[in-house]
């Protein structure tokens, strides 16, 4: 009543078939894990890592945009350097007395318009970073997953500098003492002192100044500026005051070897520069509308006014110094975006590659695995048909 040795063959069968059908399903897939049945752990941990991965390509195209652009904005920070050198060119040649300096300021305006016609062009799906119109970009440059699991994006903050040099007004800003040149309406001056006591001063005087101008000093290689606030010029506040005493405090930080400056309250807005030091130094100062540019001073430039050319050559200098640090910046930020990027993709291979270690079926092992269970399957089926035939061998005991 009971074939014990069948049940057995059938059970063993059962199990043959069973991993012939998993097999199978490996080599059809090309999976050992595909579905959570298989190991619900494994298979929880590979999608969670392959969500990172597809985080990932969307990010490789984030940088890619990202570098893109800043790219643009290098070229055209690059291609205004140059510009401007060409500018100050024409400056230094129109120090001549034998020179046509209306030729030389017809190239002089030629050149502005195409310094403003790069500005205007050097935008990226949209986006300009030299025209004053972007302060700040981010770039999304990664996905961190914490121990607990909880994700946070990380950013590649890209500034944008404003090249712009219209809109500029020029206002009498500056007023000076013996060696003080100043130029134009009073908004730039240049000022030598001699090494060994040489001493100068400047007066920053109310040409009725607005929030967002900015006056700033450079001292060598070190610059002080200040931008003008509502509060500056709110009633009962004396703007030039509060600029010659913040101006004074940021020189007096640089520690320049030699170099005091005095200030007196009862001459608002006046610094006296003294240079004790063993170095002959230079004092530019510029003021300009934060709003038009930080290449606002172009507009001052004019070959044909021959009593302010010197002036204009040290201007040229600081709009240059501005292009040059622009192009560094721009230069800086698009190393770091392609250095990320080069990270991500080597980045998401090794995700991948640990993805497939994880899942992946070994096409070799499954192939001979295969094999062997299909020989079994074919043994399993022979002991079930024998072990169902050995009841029969009853009925010769009733013959």
Request: proline share 1%.
């Amino acid at each position: 009543m009971t074939n014990t040795s069948s049940m057995v063959a059938l059970q063993t069968l059962k199990t043959i078939n069973h991993g012939l059908e998993k097999t199978q399903g490996e080599i059809a897939t090309g999976k050992k894990i595909s579905t959570a049945k298989d190991n619900s752990a494994i298979w929880a941990i590979s999608k969670v890592m392959e969500s990172d991965v597809n985080g990932f390509r969307a990010i490789s195209d984030s940088l890619s945009l990202g570098e893109s652009t800043v790219a643009v904005a290098q070229t055209a920070a690059e291609t205004i350097t140059d510009l401007l050198g060409q500018i100050k060119e024409k400056v230094v040649a129109a120090q001549g007395d034998n020179v046509d300096r209306t030729k030389l300021n017809n190239d002089i305006t030629a050149l502005k318009e195409q310094i403003t016609s790069v500005v205007g062009a050097a935008q990226f799906n949209g986006l300009n970073l030299v025209d004053g119109t972007t302060t700040t970009t981010n770039v999304l440059s990664s996905i961190d997953r914490d121990s607990t699991g909880a994700v946070t994006a990380s950013y590649i903050s890209v500034s944008g500098v404003n090249l712009g040099s219209s809109g500029y007004t020029a206002k009498s800003v500056f007023t000076g003492g013996t060696n003080t040149v100043v130029s134009g309406s009073g908004d730039t001056f240049v000022m030598s002192l001699d090494n060994g006591g040489g001493s100068d001063s400047v007066d920053i005087v109310d040409p009725t100044f607005t929030v967002g101008e900015s006056i700033s000093i450079t001292v060598g290689d070190y610059t002080a500026s200040y931008t003008i606030g509502a509060n500056d010029i709110a009633a009962g506040n004396t703007p030039e005051d509060i600029v010659a005493t913040n101006l004074k405090s940021q020189i007096e930080s640089f520690g320049i070897s030699g170099l005091e400056v005095d200030y007196d309250s009862a001459n608002p807005g006046q610094l006296v520069f003294t240079n004790s030091g063993t170095v002959d130094l230079t004092v530019t100062g510029q003021f300009g509308d934060e709003g038009s540019g930080g290449l606002a001073g172009l507009s001052t430039i004019d070959a044909t006014s021959s009593g302010t050319l010197a002036a204009q050559l040290v201007t040229m200098e600081s709009l240059i110094g501005v292009a040059i640090d622009a192009a560094s910046s721009f230069g800086s930020d698009g190393a770091q975006i392609s250095t990320q990027s080069m990270f991500v993709s080597k980045l998401t291979d090794s995700m991948n590659a640990g993805i497939g270690a994880m899942v992946d079926a070994d096409m070799e092992e499954a192939s001979a695995r295969l094999q062997a269970l299909q020989v079994q399957q074919q043994l399993g089926i022979q002991a079930l048909s024998i072990a169902n035939q050995a009841p029969q061998n009853i009925l010769a005991l009733f013959r």
